[in-house]
Nanobody
Framework: QVQLVESGGGLVQAGGSLELSCAAS????????MAWFRQAPGKEREFVAY????????YYADSVKARFTISRDNAKNTVYLQMTRLKPEDTSVYYC???????????????????WGQGTQVTVSS
């Protein structure tokens, strides 16, 4: 079992920055592929960013590319999402997700992830 706890959400003005953290426990963190997803009211949960177990491979949704950065610290069992130049459309609940195994090219599917955090609210005001 893996437990994931997100933190760092809040209210920020458009153009501002926030950093989300996701602390993992219960299993060797360095064996997990990690991702961030988000879900706005009335919408489906959508992929934001992915990082592989070593941190050497990252993928991003087109909507956040060049604004968001995913990273991880395996010594601290934590994955981060640095969000810059935030827009009102980034307003969502952000979820951390983890998986031990991932089929090639499927990192953006929610059903590929076995473990989820409870989510943290990010609100961007215009």
């Amino acid at each position: 079992q893996v437990q994931l706890v997100e933190s760092g959400g809040g209210l920020v003005q458009a153009g501002g920055s926030l950093e989300l953290s996701c602390a993992a426990s219960g299993r060797t963190f360095s064996s997990l592929a990690m991702a961030w997803f988000r879900q706005a009211p009335g919408k489906e949960r959508e992929f934001v960013a992915y990082i592989n177990w070593s941190g050497q491979r990252q993928y991003y949704a087109d909507s956040v590319k060049a604004r968001f950065t995913i990273s991880r610290d395996n010594a601290k069992n934590t994955v981060y999402l640095q969000m810059t130049r935030l827009k009102p459309e980034d307003t969502s609940v952000y979820y951390c997700a983890a998986t031990l195994t991932l089929n090639s090219g499927t990192y953006y599917y929610t059903n590929q992830y076995d473990y989820w955090g409870q989510g943290t609210q990010v609100t961007v005001s215009s």
